[in-house]
């Protein structure tokens, strides 16, 4: 999805990995991780990267504001 610009539903994606995986891996074999491996964390904030690229990219064109907003307001709930 990277390839086609499709940052968001990455982001989206990854973040639904991260609530439903980021709880369940062991660190070792007596402990258990509190938070996401940090590669769910790292390709979320990665694709929110992308989306803010693309906002800002067509910002400076026709792009559509109303689109843009919707797209900036849910990267910002994803990274709450």
Same mark, same amino acid.
């Given at each position: 999805? %990277? #390839?086609?610009? #499709?940052?968001?539903?990455?982001? $989206?994606?990854?973040?639904?990995? $991260?609530?439903?995986?980021?709880?369940?891996?062991?660190?070792?074999?007596?402990?258990?991780?509190?938070?996401?491996?940090?590669? %769910?964390?790292?390709?979320?904030? +990665?694709?929110?990267?992308?989306?803010? #690229?693309?906002?800002?990219?067509?910002?400076? +064109?026709? +792009?559509?504001?109303?689109?843009? #907003?919707?797209?900036?307001?849910?990267?910002?709930?994803?990274?709450?």
């Amino acid at each position: 999805s %990277y #390839q086609t610009g #499709q940052f968001l539903s990455a982001a $989206e994606a990854f973040h639904l990995l $991260e609530i439903k995986f980021g709880n369940n891996i062991d660190l070792d074999d007596d402990e258990e991780s509190t938070s996401a491996p940090p590669t %769910y964390w790292e390709a979320k904030r +990665g694709a929110c990267i992308g989306v803010f #690229q693309q906002v800002i990219a067509s910002s400076f +064109g026709a +792009g559509n504001t109303e689109e843009n #907003q919707m797209a900036l307001n849910t990267i910002l709930d994803i990274l709450s």
